[in-house]
């Protein structure tokens, strides 16, 4: 009888210590932590006027590109050798320079992003690390990694907000 006594009230002791247990796992989304926080989306407004111009350009020859090309298609037939020779020369001109212009510009902004990401990388860090110490986190699980969790045990939000309070 004792052992029956005794086996059950290691039973109720083990149940109630499982809530406990279950609260030190939080699930953390990085990359929404990062891509929301405030100095991500005042670099994303910075690096639209920095790359605007850029982005306008290329805009416009492709805009260009594809007026000479259809009007090679449109007025093909009806066009002299010497000026469809001339037209499909500028559109591949054309083509070109979208090209290069377009490497150029992809360069710059993954140039930037990785700077705005070395400079951003620690204080996110820095803001996770704060946050699984406040909460006394025994295992963090990356969000990719998991099909469903309850809100509660999703800390991504508190760290995009101990990250947007760090100056």
Known sequence: MRKSILIAMMS???LASLPAAAQSIAVLDYQMAL?????AKRYSVDAEKKFGNQLQRLQNLEAEAKRLQERMQRDGEKLGQTELEKLELEFRQKAREFQSQSRELNEAKAKSDREMLEQL?????SAVEAVLKAGNYDLVIDRSAVVDVKPNLDITRQVIERLNSMR
């Open 12 to 14: 109720v002791m083990a």
């Open 35 to 39: 891509l929301e926080s405030e100095a």
């Open 121 to 125: 990388k620690p204080k996110l860090d």
